[in-house]
């Protein structure tokens, strides 16, 4: 159980591309859902957190206009890199958890999108 | 400023033989430890964690070790497979927020 899945895995698109990443609970409901990004030879860093409903609450000195995140069901958030540039050329990875058995359950991750911007 | 560290960037354990990794942490709000296991082209799979009201929490192979005083916690995996290795992250929670460590490979020799 408890699995998540992200995509696409990859992207190569042109600066100015907008990319569009999904993250999707298969088997249980995620009343809040995590995106992450991580640098080579660096550690997970939280860019925001999300509840199903709600706006996004982002990490400081992440861009909320760059980075749109949108959680409009139990099962689902995307995040949009908008107008995107090679510095934003990295591993973008999701977790999602659920409430269960009177508290939040640990978070269970997507295999991530390494993202390229030429 | 790296709030959680793992100094050890990689480690080779005889198959058999008790694999510790270990973690430390700077801050002391800190109240909930994990640990997730990472295979390449995979996201990190959870493993197992620990509250900060607790000094060990054991499940199957797997005993996570937490000594609050020190600000360091130890996975010990034992025996070693060979499917232990892997990439192992540990990461500390404060408010439900997450920050990981720079992982550690393990290898397990065979």
């Known amino acids: 159980g408890a699995v998540v899945s992200q995509h696409p895995s990859r992207v190569i698109c042109k600066s100015g591309t907008s990319v569009k990443i999904e993250c999707r609970s298969l088997d249980f409901q995620a009343t809040t859902m995590f995106w992450y990004r991580q640098f080579p030879k660096q550690s997970l860093m939280l860019m925001a957190t999300s509840n199903e409903g709600s706006k996004a609450t982002y990490e400081q000195g992440v861009e909320k206009d760059k980075f749109l995140i949108n959680h409009a069901s139990l099962t689902l958030s995307t995040l949009t890199v908008t107008s995107a540039h090679p510095e934003d050329s990295s591993f973008y990875i999701c977790?999602?958890?659920?409430?269960?058995?009177?508290?939040?359950?640990?978070?269970?991750f997507g295999d991530g999108t390494r993202l390229s911007i030429l | 400023d790296q709030q959680v560290k793992q100094n050890s960037p990689s480690l080779s354990v005889q198959e058999g033989r008790i694999s510790i990794l270990n973690c430390d942490y700077t801050?002391?709000?800190?109240?909930?430890f994990l640990w997730y296991k990472k295979y390449p082209a995979e996201g990190p799979t959870f493993l197992i964690s620990i509250s900060s009201i607790k000094d060990k929490n054991e499940d199957g192979r797997f005993t996570v070790f937490l000594n609050k005083s020190a600000k360091h916690l130890s996975l010990h995996i034992v025996p070693s497979q060979p499917g232990d290795s892997a990439v192992y992250f540990c990461a500390a929670a404060v408010n439900e927020k997450l920050t990981f460590g720079t992982g550690t490979r393990l290898t397990i020799i065979p």
């Open positions: 977790s999602a958890r659920s409430w269960d058995r009177g508290r939040n359950q640990p978070q269970h």
């Open positions: 801050n002391s709000m800190f109240d909930y």
